[in-house]
């Protein structure tokens, strides 16, 4: 069992900066895959990034990519999500999600633990 807790979400005008936090605790976190998704209101949960268990290797959403920044501390069981230049379309609700894979990782079905979520909110 992984319980995952984020943390960070909130209200921001475009072209603002939030960090999200994703606390890990049960099964050994250093070892896992670790993903951010998001779900926007009407649309299905889609990829934002992923980060390799070793910190070796990270992927991201082409929509994302240059302004959102996945990182991990193993130490402190615990992933973050930098996300600068916010822009409206980012409103979502954000889940970060844990996998013992290392493919396939744009696809939710392959991660097996789930966060309840953190509302982020981009102003005009």
């Known amino acids: 069992q992984v319980q995952l807790v984020e943390s960070g979400g909130g209200l921001v005008q475009a072209g603002g900066s939030l960090r999200l936090s994703c606390a890990a605790s049960?099964?050994?976190?250093?070892?896992?895959?670790m993903g951010w998704f998001r779900q926007a209101p009407g649309l299905e949960r889609e990829f934002v990034a992923a980060i390799s268990w070793n910190v070796g290797s990270a992927s991201y959403a082409d929509s994302v990519k240059g302004r959102f920044t996945i990182s991990r501390d193993n130490a402190k069981n615990t992933m973050y999500l930098q996300m600068n230049s916010l822009k409206p379309e980012d409103t979502a609700v954000y889940y970060c999600a844990s996998t013992h894979y290392s493919s396939d990782l744009v696809k939710s079905s392959v991660y097996e633990y789930w966060g309840q979520g953190t509302q982020v909110t981009v102003s005009p």
């Open positions: 049960g099964r050994t976190f250093s070892r896992l895959t």
